[in-house]
């Protein structure tokens, strides 16, 4: 058992600058966050969980206290093989909480030694969502400054080669 560490789960297709600011948050509270990237084989991804993963480990290169993973099947089963007690997840809009809420209490339910912990988005990426994101870029909107430089090079390189 690690009191030092926690996980932040996500499928981070793309990571945006709302995660990499939970990232960054958490990681100042947390000696060490790993940041899993879901494998998520069943669900419609733009980019590979190695292309999401690196596109992560691209952007949290600054921060020498967070690793990146990625991980398939339950959550739980992954955060207990770490060793941590601690999910990290970021709550928007109250649109979020329904869904954050339930999936919260059914891994209380799966592993009641781990505890979710829930950041509010800082203020100005409440509206950034990897789904918008995709969305926008694709009808040709500037979504530069919601996301990592590596980030829109890699949506560049996904669309328009
Ligand atoms: P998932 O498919 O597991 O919901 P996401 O990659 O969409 O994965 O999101 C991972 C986590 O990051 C979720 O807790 C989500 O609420 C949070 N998150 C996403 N965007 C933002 C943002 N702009 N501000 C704060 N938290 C965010």
């Known amino acids: ?25 958490a990681a100042n509270i ?3 966050l790993i940041v899993a990237v879901a494998e998520h084989s069943g669900k419609n991804m733009l980019f590979s969980t190695d292309e999401r993963a690196e596109l992560v480990r691209a952007s949290v ?3 020498p206290n967070v690793e990146i993973r990625t991980f398939s099947g339950l959550l739980t089963d992954f955060v207990r093989q770490t060793g941590a007690r601690v999910i990290i997840r970021g709550l928007r809009a109250v649109s979020d909480f329904e869904y954050e809420f339930s999936m ?8 009641p030694e781990i505890e979710t912990m ?23 909107g500037d979504v530069g400054d919601t996301i990592p430089p590596c980030v829109l090079q890699a949506l560049a390189g996904k669309y328009h080669s």
């Open 118 to 140: 829930f950041l509010p988005t800082s203020e100005g990426y409440s509206f950034i969502s990897s789904s918008m994101i995709k969305e926008v870029y694709r009808l040709g």
């Open 61 to 63: 290169a600054d921060l």
């Open 1 to 25: 058992m690690h009191r030092h560490l926690a996980v932040y789960p996500g499928s981070f297709d793309p990571i945006t600058c709302g995660h990499l600011d939970i990232a960054r948050r």
């Open 104 to 111: 919260s209490l059914m891994n209380s339910h799966l592993a």
């Open 30 to 32: 947390f000696e060490h």
